[in-house]
């Protein structure tokens, strides 16, 4: 079991930046693959980011690739989403979301068992 809280959402203006953080509780944090999806009103939950359990292997939506970087700190039980040259179309709720295995493309979120309550982000133009 993991739980998962993130923080670092706000208002930001468009080509601006900002840094998610989701710390995790549970002493298996570091053997967790870790990924940030985001719901905007009236869409569905989007994949964002993922990152392997040591941090090696990564995979981006397309929407987000040269832009976000997705990080962790297995000390510190935290992932991190930094988040560069924000755009109005990145407003959403951001959810960090946790599972056991790696697989090629880890963007399906029925495959992620472990769910934060989410953190609002919103550019503006």
């Known amino acids: 079991q993991v739980q998962l809280v993130e923080s670092g959402g706000g208002l930001v203006q468009a080509g601006g930046s900002l840094r998610l953080s989701c710390a995790a509780s549970?002493?298996?944090?570091?053997?967790?693959?870790m990924g940030w999806f985001r719901q905007a009103p009236g869409k569905e939950r989007e994949f964002v980011a993922a990152i392997s359990w040591s941090g090696l292997r990564t995979y981006y939506a397309d929407s987000v690739k040269g832009r976000f970087t997705i990080s962790r700190d297995n000390a510190k039980n935290t992932v991190y989403l930094q988040m560069n040259s924000l755009k109005p179309e990145d407003t959403a709720v951001y959810y960090c979301?946790?599972?056991?295995?790696?697989?090629?493309?880890?963007?399906?979120?029925?495959?992620?068992?472990?769910w934060g309550q989410g953190t609002q982000v919103t550019v503006s133009s």
């Open positions: 549970g002493r298996t944090f570091s053997t967790y693959v």
């Open positions: 979301a946790a599972r056991a295995a790696w697989e090629p493309q880890p963007t399906k979120s029925h495959g992620y068992p472990y």
